[in-house]
């Protein structure tokens, strides 16, 4: 770092590999002062005119619009606002040439100009260093600034960095021959420029701020080192002249020594580079409150008679511009061989510039230059490339490269169409500027061979990503289906060897060995649901008759003679529950024949005796009772016990009753065994039935 | 109005493949003036014979090959390439060679070397070379039949005598090429890099050699010029120089030739001073000026990188050496070319050149070590 400051300061710079002095030309324009244009009748906006996306229309057709106006507004943080450069009405918003090398067609707002030129409300900001951060970032966003360079990158997202920065480099050095723009605005707005540059240190905070101008500009490098004089950070740097000094890349190796990786930005080395014009932009959006709506155009070239540098509006159409400067077409294409509709007009520079589809190509963001050259200055740009012949690997464009690529190997690879070669010698390091083509005494047209490889390297690489998608998507698929059927097949496989064992059980009902195992375990099987079932059942019937001896003992409490009447009330409703019953008919029919009985005896014997016998009879009728196959009976009666013994105070009875209980239980286990055996027979075929319920 | 479209960049330096070529054959002349005024008109009637075949073949070759493009075989005709090509191998050529000694070799240069390579920037052998090396292999004592300089023959060698020679064997006073090239001395004169690798063989020292008429001559007898050859030598180097500030050639490869060539010599000598001649003697004898700044700058079959040069450069100063002193041919430049034209893409392909922001790590740590060394020496 300060080793790099001490041989600034020392006007001791870098050198870049390569690089070429083609013939300068500037004095074409250079002594002029810039121009004020009147109004065109018509501005053509395109609404995209930096890299990025283009933002949301605002404005309709029909609609009046004022000087500064935004048209479009910022969705994305790529997407930056045009703005209206004058007052006027929106006469039609569709699709229209834009300055582009395959002249394509884009959307653009067509303003009918009004000639008031009225400006939008608008607040100036006396004293910039009193606002925050985002609030000139919003600024600067909301003024719609791109790079004025060349790229047009957004300008709001270069200043909005976090990491730390160590150069703030001002791009000066305005290396193509023929353009003046960046110079006559240094000359006569260095001040203003000068205020932009001290909002980009307000805004980075950067180390050092170094402008690169190369040394083709004495007048601007005089107005610069006056208007900087008190500022120590700022150091105008005089250059070599040599194309392509003002490439990002090339004049941060010049001012630093140091080379941005390949593949990253240079604010990832704590670098950030900015044009210019950018800087004056940011002043005039900052302090002022305009928008970018106008910049310096160069119009040049020996097809215009008053070549000059003028004010131009975004979206003034070319032939504006061609016309205040008094362009002559050769109209002789009857000498021309072959023969010429019209000569090329190029927006940019003679060597990165590109020839624009017709005279109602507006000016945009970045255009800088419009060149107009004649036919004896300029006969490479008439001949379309038609000259070429094979080349001799001279090596002449290696020798210039500034990336230090191998342009005549990456030829053969262009032609050749193999991109795998031309991304191992790097392809993508080519900065389009031009200098191979520009020596290579073959005339063969690389750059333009490098755009296509390039072109067809993107294309195939989005192809391989949309393939890779689908790949993956059809991958997913695959694995969902096979899963299904892998699933419905297993349900399939346990349905049919249900199916085998219901099969085979049959064929054991007709005495096979090994399904006679099988039932068995089925049996067991089919006993424990069975059980389980029972006892649900035998519940409700339990809850019934707990609900009937409640009501009984209620009746006992009044009165204790009631309790014979209850007692035969209950021996009747059991009776009743189990009168479908056939087997226990009889039973029942014993139980009536004894409960008479001890009603007799009840009617003759008094309290307590009547009431023991009671309990006796009826303790010996639910044994009874208890012959029947049900296994909740025990605690029915148990519960039974409970009610009358609570209210008989003798013990005998209750022993008594006890006795009857035990014997009752013995009973029921005894029937219980019997009525086991019987509902595993009985029930033998029930274990399929829950297996399939199972596999289901 | 509808603009004309082309592609960027749309100014050109306006230099030309033609006019590279051109410029590479003016350099050249004040060599063939030389080679005239030392040798006669041999060469010159030889390269006039080669110019009118390479143009009669290529013309032939390129109707073959092109459709329905007369325009653009005429320009493709006079880019030049052929016309050097030719050039270059009738300075080659013995003078009183036979005058279809020319013919075959151009041939074989443009159709079977250059065109059925495809053409111009495709040929992996450099034409001329290629043809030499065929002839001498083909046709040795044609190809040995070496004119001494006019100074040593004691029969007037003029316009018409060498014509006929060359045409008949026979100069119009009906002396044989053989009777020719018999020195005053009455021995047969063999160029003077052949004359030393014999004498040398036969176990005189270098000094001795020298001592020989053919050796002593008005720039300087001590320090064994071959008479003739050198001023010759000088006047290719002339032009080579002419080309290397006009950029045409680039400087790498003759440089580096030249001093691998000195290296070479310096250690021999060292090591043997009486087997071994001196430097300047190996760069103003035989082939070596023409063959540094004339043959291999030539880029199509040449290394493209710097580095890839300083190698070329080199190996062909060092295989040069190496036939000249242990090899069978008195002179080695023709091999030493071909095969430094074989080793070019292999050479090309590990020098390629770092790209701008393409392992800066690399360069940082030597930077850094660099550094630290220079810390430590200091400590």
């Known amino acids: 770092m300060e080793s790099i400051i001490e041989r600034i300061l020392q006007n001791k710079f870098w050198n870049f590999h390569g690089g070429i002095h083609p013939p300068e030309q500037k004095t074409l324009t250079s002594g002029k002062p810039i121009k004020q244009l009147p109004l ?70 067509f303003i009918d100009v009004d000639g008031d030129d009225t400006w939008k409300t608008r607040e100036i900001c006396e004293d910039f260093t009193k606002l925050n951060k985002q609030k000139i970032i919003q600024k600067i966003a909301d003024a719609g600034i791109a790079g004025m360079g060349g790229a047009g990158f957004p300008t709001h997202i270069k200043v909005n960095t976090k990491p730390e920065i160590n150069f703030l480099i001002i791009n000066a050095a305005e290396c193509e021959p023929y353009i003046t723009a960046d110079d006559l605005l240094m000359c006569e707005q ?9 909002i980009l240190e307000q805004l980075l905070n950067p180390a050092f701020i170094l402008i690169g101008i190369e040394d083709n500009k004495p007048r601007a490098i005089k107005a610069l080192q006056h208007a900087t004089k008190n500022i120590e950070k700022i150091s105008v740097c005089v250059l070599p002249t040599k194309y392509p000094t003002g490439g990002e890349k090339q004049l941060i190796k010049i001012l630093t020594g140091k080379e941005v990786k390949s593949g990253t930005l240079p604010i990832h080395s704590g670098i950030v580079v900015q044009n210019v014009a950018t800087c004056f932009a940011i002043s005039d959006a900052v302090i002022n409150d305009i928008p970018l709506i106008r910049r310096v155009v160069t119009v040049t070239g020996q097809a215009v008679s008053k070549p000059q ?206 399904s006679a195992v099988a039932a068995a375990l089925a049996r067991v099987k089919a006993k424990k649901k069975a059980k389980s079932n029972d006892e649900l059942s035998v519940f409700s019937i339990e809850k019934a008759e707990s609900s009937s001896v409640l009501s009984v003992s209620s009746d006992e409490v009044t009165d204790e003679k009631s309790q014979v009447k209850a007692a035969i009330a209950r021996a009747k409703a059991k009776r009743l529950a189990k009168k479908d019953d056939v087997s226990t008919l009889k039973v029942a029919n014993k139980d009536s024949e004894e409960k008479e009985k001890t009603i007799k005896t009840v009617k003759t014997v008094d309290d307590k005796k009547a009431k023991i016998a009671a309990a006796v009879a009826k303790a010996k009728a639910k044994a009874k009772k208890e012959q029947q196959p049900e296994q909740s009976l025990p605690s029915s009666n148990e519960k039974e016990v409970k009610a009358t013994s609570t209210k008989t105070d003798d013990k005998k009875a209750r022993i008594a009753a006890a006795v009857a209980k035990a014997k009752a239980k013995a009973k029921a286990k005894k029937t219980q065994e019997k009525d086991q055996l019987a509902v595993m027979s009985n029930e033998a075929h029930a274990p399929f039935k829950s297996s399939n319920e199972e596999s289901e | 109005m509808a603009f004309w479209i082309a592609s960027s960049p749309h100014n050109h330096n306006q230099t030309a493949t033609s006019a590279l070529m051109r410029l590479v054959i003016y350099a050249v002349l004040p060599g063939v003036f030389a080679q005239w005024y030392f040798f006669g008109w041999g060469n010159i009637i030889h ?98 039949s070496w004119q001494p300089p006019l100074d040593l023959i004691n029969i007037d060698l003029g316009f018409t005598n060498t014509l006929t020679a060359i045409f008949t064997g026979f100069t119009s006073d009906g002396y044989s090429v053989e009777q020719l090239r018999t020195s005053i001395d009455g021995f047969t004169m063999a160029t003077p890099l052949d004359t030393l690798k014999t004498n040398l063989g036969l176990g005189f020292t270098v000094f001795e050699t ?16 071959a008479f003739g050859w050198e001023w010759m030598n000088i006047a290719f180097l002339g032009g080579g120089l002419f080309l290397m500030a006009k950029k045409a050639i680039a400087w790498q490869t003759p440089i ?84 430094c034209n074989m080793t070019a893409p292999l050479i090309d392909q590990y020098t390629r050149p770092r790209t701008y922001g393409h392992n800066i790590d690399s360069v940082k740590s030597t930077i850094t070590q660099e550094k630290a060394n220079e810390k430590g020496e200091v400590k």
């Not at chain 1, 890779?468 to 969902?480: G, H, I, P, T, V």
């Not at chain 2, 880029?299 to 493209?304: D, S």
Request: aromatic share 6%.
């Open chain 1, 40 to 109: 065109p009748k018509q501005l053509i906006l395109p609404l995209q005119q930096h890299i990025g996306r283009q933002g949301d229309l605002l404005v309709k057709v029909g609609d009046k619009v004022l000087k500064g106006q935004a048209l479009t507004q910022s969705s994305n943080p790529m997407a930056v606002p045009v703005h209206a450069p004058t007052s006027g009405t929106i006469s039609a918003i569709r699709k229209s040439a834009i300055a582009h090398p395959s002249g394509l067609s884009e959307l653009c707002i």
């Open chain 1, 190 to 198: 260095s001040e203003a420029i000068i205020d932009g540059i001290k």
């Open chain 1, 309 to 514: 540098n003028v004010w131009a509006l975004l979206g003034t159409p070319v032939n504006h511009l061609l016309e205040h400067t008094g362009f002559v077409t050769e109209h002789d294409s009857s000498k021309a061989n072959p023969p010429v509709t019209s000569p090329p007009v190029i927006m940019g520079g003679p060597l990165m510039g590109f020839s624009i589809l017709n005279e109602f190509v507006p000016i945009v963001k970045t255009s800088n230059c419009i060149l107009a050259p004649s036919r004896a200055e300029m006969p490479s740009a008439f001949d379309n490339n038609s000259s070429e012949v094979e080349c001799i690997r001279c090596g002449q464009c290696a020798d210039v490269c500034p990336s230090q690529l191998l342009p005549q190997e990456l030829q053969w690879s262009a032609k050749a169409k193999d991109h795998q070669q031309l991304n191992k010698l790097n392809l993508f390091d080519c900065i389009d500027c031009g200098a191979c083509a520009y020596v290579c005494p073959s005339k063969i047209p690389l750059v333009q061979y490098y755009r296509i490889a390039k072109a067809e390297i993107r294309q195939q690489q989005q192809l391989d990503l949309k393939a890779e998608k689908a790949k993956s998507r059809f991958e997913a698929r695959k694995l969902r289906l096979e899963k299904d059927k892998n699933a419905r097949e297993e349900k399939h496989k346990k349905a049919a060897a249900a199916r085998k064992i219901a099969m085979s059980k049959r064929s054991a009902d007709g005495g096979s060995a090994s």
């Open chain 2, 47 to 144: 390269i006039a014979l080669a110019i009118t075949t390479a143009l009669t073949c290529e013309f032939i070759v390129l109707s073959l090959r092109s459709k329905n493009k007369t325009q653009n075989i005429s320009k493709q005709l006079f880019d030049g390439s052929a016309l050097l090509t030719a050039i270059l191998l009738g300075i080659c050529l013995p003078a009183l060679a036979p005058w279809w000694i020319s013919v075959i070799g151009v041939a074989f240069a443009i159709v079977v070397v250059k065109q059925l390579y495809g053409g111009l920037g495709n040929n992996p052998f450099n034409p001329a070379m290629a043809a030499y090396v065929m002839l001498l292999i083909s046709f040795p004592i044609q190809m040995t």
């Open chain 2, 210 to 225: 020298i001592e020989n008429s053919m050796f002593s001559n008005n720039l300087s007898s001590g320090l064994g010029f």
């Open chain 2, 256 to 339: 580096s030739f030249l001093l691998s060539l000195l290296v070479c010599s310096i250690i021999a000598y060292s090591i043997s001073p009486d087997g071994s001649a001196s430097t300047l003697f190996h760069w103003l004898t035989g082939g070596c000026m023409l063959g540094a700044f004339f043959i291999l700058t030539d880029p199509v079959t040449g290394a493209t990188s710097v580095k890839g040069r300083l190698i070329i450069g080199a190996l062909a100063g060092l295989l040069v050496y190496l036939i000249r002193t242990v090899g069978g041919y008195p002179d080695g430049v023709a091999f030493a070319v071909l095969l």
